[in-house]
């Protein structure tokens, strides 16, 4: 949703949801004992990590305004979010924690995380005719907090999100 108080100015609310994203990530475990043999385990994580994204803030337009008819318009996007995860992590070997130690993150299971954001982005739309317009973005959510989970491999800056989005927009 956006809402317009001047021609150039306004501000946005937007809700997003995201379907699993899956990766591999290489890790060990080291031998308590050094009469344990092997000294260290060689395995895979495969993790899943979802995102749901709510986020206000503000549309400034650099060139154009949001009621152009004729030509190009570009913008930017500044604003404050909440950003929601879940991440699960499988081991593709069991390790037996009496014999080895097993990393301390990510840890193997399902777990949830949250981050406050700052949201930038850049956009650019061009009046196709009407009240349509299309539109292009690019955007990032940079995290403001870091709140430790034991599901994530990298906690410090983490996730760092970038998109790309296009799509039609419609003015009432």
Known sequence: ??????????????????????????????????????????????????????????????????????????????GLGVLFGTATNTYSANIDTTLYIPPQQPISGSGHFKRLTLDLGLGWEIPIGGDLYFYAEGKTWLPTTDYPSEYLLVNQNAPITGMVTAGLRILF
């Open 1 to 78: 949703m956006n809402w317009h108080f001047t021609p150039r100015n306004g501000a946005y609310a937007w809700v997003s949801y995201y379907t699993k994203g899956k990766f591999e990530n290489s890790l060990s475990a080291t031998a308590k004992s050094s009469s344990t043999v092997p000294q260290e385990i060689f395995f895979t994580n495969n993790a899943e990590v979802r995102f749901q994204h709510i986020s206000v803030g503000w549309k400034y337009y650099l060139v154009g305004r949001s009621d152009a008819e004729k030509n190009w318009n570009l913008y930017t996007i500044t």
